[in-house]
């Protein structure tokens, strides 16, 4: 933490002890939240034998969460630009906390989808409200990079601490109780955000587009439907619709950007190097940790045989590593320049994912234990330095707006991730199973232990105890080769991603040079340019020049140029609908 009372660079204001104390509020909110992502998967058995809901529903409640979440993640962060990010941050968390109580009591599966689905809108206004804070709160580059360390670490911790708390909650108590984890913190967010949390909103924006908002909402939860029914079920024509229309209805959202005075997402912004490929790697960075671990969780559980909390217990160490690297991250921004950083970042992830491929031995718990430790070591800069990238690309006045979009990326990453890595081990576990069922195996129950591991190791507690054996054993064979096969493919991937860093994000200065005194204010469009609609793009300078200005073509040695739309006389008719 830096030093409240020391001198800020030129150009930048310091953030004091509030701003430090916010922080720590916001985190502690986010921490909550992630566990409250992780805890319902164990509380799943006992929320079955009391709601005995169908399987159809008990689908809709493990998923509509995540669902309503990144349909929301952008219109929450836009509104927040809007209305106040704070306001809409305290907002959030109280309907957050309300919603999880009625979660907790619900006495039939209805009740509990619905709230799942509340929560998932409530939900969607933390993650891009306390990320667009951030932004309000430190000026400074190197302080702003620390605290997104801590705020991705936040989010890691309670990604681990869940399942701990979870299952001691699980001994002791009720199903419901895993619910009302947030309500102390919620509360206390409530209480000091107030007092230690500044308010911001953009005094000329216009109010929230009603039509642009449902726009992206069908395309988001069509395509991420689609893809998670393929990660299930395979590809069908219902399926492969379902994404061609979410696909349509995402241009006819891009096309309306383009139309209007205040657009939700300004479509110029990805003109801006730095934030498309920063999105793109973020994106390509989630997908290979959401991918990976799918298989390395169930490995854990079965095919070492280790319990749900043992199994949690032993994911720590990949936890640790995101934290450690978080927090490494800001001091390596401030003297190394982020493509380094994020190149050196993922090559040390194939280096993890590599060890991974040699899993299937005696050593199998320590290859997975040091393996996921290297990965995660390696993806946390990835991620505080693309966050740091993709937000800090937008205008101050649009980064609500811009952590939605980071965010929705991320749910998107996570979703291609579990389908693509997800069918491709699927696809080889079942072929290698079918050449090595052993014989003696009814063909229904060959059938169950074709679909998934844990399929056969149901089937395999009902058949004779020499069958059965033999079964379990080939099907952690095929599993096993499964995860060789999908963790050598992240491996490719993450090298790919290291070469787009390197090439994409090569004149993005650290974050020492971007705070440094030559960053000047920022500069008008000039007048002739400003008064063709087809130009109208607001530029902000920085010393060393604008990479993005006519005439100047030299690399900015400062901040990154950003960029806003003004809108045009035609513009003023397309106003919100």
């Not at 993640?73 to 836009?78: E, N």
Request: aromatic share 6%; net charge neutral; hydrophobic share 55%.
């Amino acid at each position: 933490m830096n030093d409240p009372d020391q001198q800020a660079p030129e150009g930048a204001t310091l953030a004091g002890r509030r701003e430090w104390v916010g922080l720590a509020v916001l985190a502690l909110a986010c921490l909550l939240y992630a566990m409250d992502l992780t805890v319902l998967h164990l509380a799943v058995p006992a929320l079955s034998e009391d709601l005995q809901p169908s399987s159809a529903q008990l689908l809709w409640i493990t998923d509509i969460y995540g669902f309503m979440v990144a349909g929301f993640l952008v219109t929450m962060g836009t509104l927040g630009d809007r209305i106040g990010r704070r306001r809409l941050l305290l907002t959030g968390a109280a309907a957050f906390g309300v919603v999880s109580v009625a979660a907790a009591f619900s006495t039939t599966p209805e009740m509990l989808i619905a709230s799942r689905a509340l929560l998932g809108v409530a939900g969607a206004t933390l993650a891009p409200s306390t990320l667009s804070l951030i932004f309000s709160m430190f000026h400074d580059p190197r302080q702003r990079t620390t605290a997104i360390g801590v705020w991705i670490t936040s989010f890691s911790a309670g990604g681990a601490i869940g399942p701990v708390v979870g299952g001691v909650l699980l001994e002791h108590f009720w199903w419901g109780s895993v619910f009302l984890l947030t309500l102390p913190v919620m509360a206390l967010l409530l209480v000091l955000g107030p007092r230690v949390l500044p308010e911001y909103r953009d005094p000329g924006a216009e109010r929230l587009d009603l039509v642009s908002a449902a726009l992206l909402l069908v395309a988001v939860l069509t395509v991420i439907f689609g893809v998670k029914e393929i990660a299930q079920d395979g590809i069908s024509w219902l399926v492969a619709a379902a994404v061609l229309a979410g696909l349509a209805v995402g241009v006819v959202f891009v096309r309306r950007q383009f139309r209007l005075a205040d657009p939700m997402i300004d479509p110029r912004l990805f003109r801006v190097p730095a934030f498309t490929a920063s999105l793109a790697i973020n994106l390509l960075g989630i997908f290979i940790a959401v991918g990976y671990f799918l298989f390395v969780a169930q490995y854990l559980q079965l095919v070492l045989g280790l319990s749900p909390l043992q199994a949690g217990l032993w994911s720590l160490p990949s936890a640790a590593g995101l934290i450690i690297g978080s927090n490494l991250a800001p001091q390596l921004l401030r003297r190394v320049r982020p493509a380094r950083v994020i190149g050196a970042g993922l090559a040390l992830a194939a280096v993890g994912l590599a060890v991974l491929t040699r899993v299937g031995g005696s050593a199998d718990l320590a290859i997975l234990v040091v393996a996921s430790f290297v990965v995660s070591l390696g993806l946390a800069p990835v991620f505080t330095a693309t966050t740091d990238l993709i937000v800090g690309s937008a205008p101050p006045e649009r980064a609500g707006a811009a952590s939605g979009i980071s965010e929705t990326g991320s749910e998107l990453g996570g979703a291609l991730g579990i389908a693509i890595l997800g069918s491709i081990g699927v696809a080889i576990y079942r072929g290698r199973l079918a050449d090595a069922l052993p014989a003696g195996v009814p063909s229904q129950a060959a059938s169950a232990a074709r679909d998934t591991l844990g399929g056969a190791a149901a089937v395999a507690e009902r058949l004779p105890a020499d069958v059965g054996a033999a079964l379990l054993a080939a099907s952690r064979e095929a599993f096993t080769a499964g995860l060789q096969v999908t963790a050598g493919i992240s491996a490719v991937v993450a090298i790919g991603i290291a070469v787009l860093a390197a090439a994409m994000l090569r004149d993005v200065p650290t974050t020492a040079q971007a705070a440094g005194p030559a960053e000047q204010p920022a500069v008008a469009v000039e007048p002739e340019r400003a008064a063709q609609p087809e130009e109208s793009v607001q530029l902000i300078r920085s010393g060393g020049g604008c990479v993005a200005c006519p005439g100047e073509h030299g690399p900015s040695t400062g901040q990154l140029p950003r960029l806003r739309r003004a809108p045009s006389p035609s513009d003023r008719g397309a106003g919100a609908a």
